[in-house]
Nanobody, 123 residues
Framework: VQLLASGGGLVQAGGSLRLSCTASGRTFSSYNMGWFRQAPGKEREFVSAIRWSGGSTYYADSVKGRFTISRDNAKNTVYLQMNSLKPEDTAVYYC?????????????????WGQGTLVTVSS
């Protein structure tokens, strides 16, 4: 599975962005998908995840109520709608795919990673 993330950019605080992550291959619908982010000098952290069926979603407390994850299995794409952005959301955002997982929150559980897309939120 190859993942290609896009949609990052520069936005003012309070603004919105939608990230997309498109996967190659015909087995996308069997993968759980996650978004992580890494700010300069900080460790990679969990942002959000969605089960393979789309039936369950998970969020970090820091983004709950502002970000929404969704997926379109027909398009092999997972989205992260980010609203009410804050300067502390500035980071490189990575999408990831995992199949047999004990936890959606642990980046070590994911098998495949995209290249990352930079989100910069100005104050």
């Amino acid at each position: 599975v190859q993942l290609l993330a896009s949609g990052g950019g520069l936005v003012q605080a309070g603004g919105s962005l939608r990230l997309s992550c498109t996967a190659s291959g015909r087995t996308f619908s069997s993968y759980n998908m996650g978004w992580f982010r890494q700010a300069p000098g900080k460790e990679r952290e969990f942002v959000s995840a969605i089960r393979w069926s789309g039936g369950s979603t998970y969020y970090a407390d820091s983004v709950k109520g502002r970000f929404t994850i969704s997926r379109d299995n027909a398009k092999n794409t997972v989205y992260l709608q980010m609203n009410s952005l804050k300067p502390e959301d500035t980071a490189v955002y990575y999408c990831a795919a995992g199949r047999y997982m004990r936890s959606y929150y642990n980046y070590g559980e994911y098998d495949y990673w995209g290249q990352g897309t930079l989100v910069t939120v100005s104050s």
